[in-house]
């Protein structure tokens, strides 16, 4: 797909928010927006891989959301479960690698699991890379970042950056978020210093191809200026 504009974004991330509203109201449980939720990742993810993006970053659970309720936490988990199990196949088939930021390991040791195998199925693959935000905090990576880089004796930028969980991945270009909530949420704190963002009042069962080809066309007219003129 050719896009308007002329920068070509390389790295988008979404806040994926707003599946509890899209339920409520449908008077469906919450956890019917996070299923439907799902199926929106499984389409922007085939949509991103199409549109040739190098990277997408989702943000699929907060080192905040284990304030949720235990009934919500454990459809969260039965989902990513079920998600891992029927989507691995369609991502070793098309390239995509698969990565993890956050601290994925205080979840549940089955789905610790599932998530190993699945990096290990996709770790040599060049395409697309999919980075999901597993109890992540955009705080907490920082802190980790700067403990290792002062262990290793520098805390620089550069030396916290080598150690951020997106170590290695295309510096962020685009910052989605859906619900019309306009706040980052503890979401890529410091990837977020030059990134454009984008606000849509969808929700995010709603979040359609389209609409990510709408954030990329408004972002492909956006001039960037890094402070310099
Ligand atoms: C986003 O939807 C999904 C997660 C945070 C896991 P929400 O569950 O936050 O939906 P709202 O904000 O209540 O509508
Ligand atoms: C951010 O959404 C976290 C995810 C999308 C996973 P929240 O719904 O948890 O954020 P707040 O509470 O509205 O700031
Ligand atoms: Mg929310």
Redesign the pocket.
């Known amino acids: 797909m050719s896009l308007p504009g002329s920068n070509s974004a390389r790295h988008v991330a979404i806040?994926?928010?707003?599946?509890?509203?899209?339920?409520?109201r449908r008077h469906l449980p919450?956890a019917e927006?996070?299923r439907r939720?799902v199926e929106a990742v499984r389409r922007i993810a085939r949509a991103a891989r199409e549109m040739g993006l190098e990277a997408l970053t989702l943000?699929?659970?907060?080192t905040e959301?284990w304030r949720?309720s235990e009934d919500?936490i454990a459809a969260?988990m039965g989902l990513m479960k079920r998600f891992i199990l029927s989507d691995l196949d369609e991502f070793v088939a098309n390239n995509v690698r698969l990565r993890i930021i956050g601290d994925y390991k205080a979840f549940p040791a089955d789905i610790t699991k599932l998530i190993d195998n699945a990096l290990a199925r996709t770790a040599g693959n060049d395409g697309t890379t999919l980075a999901v935000a597993l109890n992540y905090g955009a705080q907490d990576e920082i802190a980790r970042a700067a403990a290792k880089a002062a262990a290793q004796g520098a805390v620089t930028v550069e030396a916290i950056e080598a150690e951020l969980d997106t170590a290695g991945m295309p510096p962020l270009d685009l910052l989605i978020r859906t619900?019309g909530?306009q706040r980052l949420s503890n979401f890529l704190l410091w990837q977020a210093a030059y990134a454009e963002l984008w606000f849509t009042d969808v929700?995010?069962p709603d979040f359609k191809p389209e609409h990510l080809a709408e954030a990329l066309a408004s972002f492909g007219t956006r001039e960037r200026r890094y402070g310099g003129r």
């Not at 806040?15 to 409520?24: E, F, T, V």
């Not at 943000?59 to 907060?62: K, N, Q, R, T, V």
């Open positions: 806040i994926m928010d707003g599946n509890g509203r899209w339920a409520k919450r927006g996070h939720g943000y699929a659970f907060s959301n949720r919500e969260l619900s909530e929700l995010w």
